[in-house]
């Protein structure tokens, strides 16, 4: 229990009775649920900010209000999760209300936790002086620890450095054990439970000495200091009378418990999130936190913004259709003035590279109906969905921007096992025989040298690889020998090829990476590609129209080489808006992806995730899905839409078929055949 806190009351002068005139006209600036929400009193308050309703300027509202209402701007706490994104509602502010917006205390939660542990971390050990650690630096420190306890000379390989490091900056922003963290994200890696623990206590240790702190340490320390030292949360709590805090339905458990006991000496919290939009588990943020608020802060109001200045009403149906069947939410329901606008599309293609070709013609009658490039993003579920569709675009001359993980040809496991396909179509390929002879156990920089010299020399490679002996004897026989039986293979096709050195590249791909359950399925996806191409040399002179820059595609467009349209990862999507919307391979399997039907609250942020989305479309949103889908393990298999389509209206999309040029079909409720 708190010490209760006593109050002495100061009475008013004649002066002060009067009610204090607001220098801003806030009804007259913001629609009636944000006024309700910025003017609110003392007490806690969750605000539910739908998509595009104007949460930002909702906050910097409510920080002039606070201040012009007299709050001494210097009690006023400000967290969001970027620091440019605090500077700017502190910007704003000052803008409406003056210079005193400058005191307020604006950050992320690790900048603000840098700067009380400075002043107040002394009473839990933390000199004020103390270092901290970047992640390169922690890993290190981990790579030395784990060396001092002779961790690294054991028989079954033990997780690399940066591996270590994910895991217990899982455990501590989730509160959960190291030991939950591994059985539950890296099974792999359960025999080494017993190990992994002694080496993050020795880890601790190794940075108390050192007065050293690494990112995560720094909200780890503030909890500690706010549990453990009563003086401290009470002086920290009085001095930040008012919190608010921005995008909560991202924040961890950790973060959520550092909140709660900043507000020990009263309950003035304002949190502002979508409970919709929380796709974050993968980073330790957790639903449940925005859905919990009103029980860590009994008597909460809760205010909704559901008025949207984005998207037309017709893509905002689709969306709330969408959510209606989250099993778990704050019920709101979305609206806009812009009533009107074109029904979004479900758009059914026969494949992959159809979906792709359709993408790429309708960007181009967009752009001719005045859309630029730069107001067209592509937004899928994984990184790798987008690869046909990179090459597609390509041929079309469009030039794209990706956001989200690496290009999928540039990922370091599908360019090892495209070295082994190249070295076989043209054996003196000495950049590819050096990727692959690098990948063998023992093989460094001067051997692989010493190999190629004598392979250009004219000599019988298999025989030049089978010749050597000591330790890289074996693997370069095993290399040797699946490299020949494929050699001279025009009739095999690229797909039996890549499933051929999938299987000998396998150990190889557990041994180097890690987290090599992901990117299996990654080479899953290239021999899906794969399938689609007749001979090896097509295959290959496709996927050399990637070029290696990783950020846009390199083709300039006629006359407008300034734009660029959007491929990117929904993940890195939220938060963005553009005029038109495509969301490819709504399937069943891929998107909700078919890992997520094990376990209930994983296969709802899927659904968020689709929301998030449908809501970043402005005017024109194109939901794509192929029915002939490549199944690594059964063959082709017909595919049916995505299970979030289940329960929506036929009424709210344009259902639509595509053709071929001079076929029968139409286009949904058009008449005109797409091709």
Known sequence: MEREVKTYVLKRSDDDAVPRKLSIDYAAALNSQQLAAVTAGEGPSLVIAGAGSGKTRTLVYRVAYLIDSGVDPSNILLLTFTRKSAQEMVQRAGELIGARSERVCGGTFHSVANLLLRRYGRSIGVEPGFTILDRGDAEDLIALVRSQLGLNEKDKRFPRKGTIMEMISKSENTLRSLEEIILDEFG????????LSRLKTAYQSAKRQKQLLDY?????????LLLLDETARMTISRQFRYILVDEYQDTNRLQAEVVRKLAATHNNVMVVGDDSQSIYAFRGATFKNIMEFPQLFPGTQIYKLEENYRSTQPILNLANCIIDEAAEKYTK???????DGPLPSLVEAAGENTQSRFIAQKILELREEGVPLSEVAVLFRSSFHSFDLEIELSRKGLPFIKRGGVKFIETAHVKDLLAHVRVIANPLDTVSWNRVLMLVEGVGPKKAHDLLAAIVKGGQPFDVLRGVSGRSGQGLKSLANTLESLSGAEARS????????????????KEQYDDYPKRTRDL??????????PGVNEFLADLALEPPDGSASGVDAPDRDDERLVLSTIHSAKGLEWQAVFVIWIVDGRFPSVYSFVADEDLEEERRLFYVSVTRAKRHLFLTYPINVYDKSSGMLLSKPSRFLDHVSSDLLDQVALVEEGGRGEWGRSHDPYY
């Open 188 to 195: 792999h890696f359960a025999d080494h439970i017993e190990d």
């Open 216 to 224: 995560d340490d720094l909200l780890v320390m503030l909890r500690q």
């Open 333 to 339: 329901r979305l609206f806009t003035r812009k009533i």
């Open 494 to 509: 690229p797909s039996e090829q890549v499933n051929q050195i999938y299987e000998y590249y396998l150990p190889i791909l």
């Open 524 to 533: 899953d996806h290239l021999h899906t590609i794969a399938e689609g191409y």
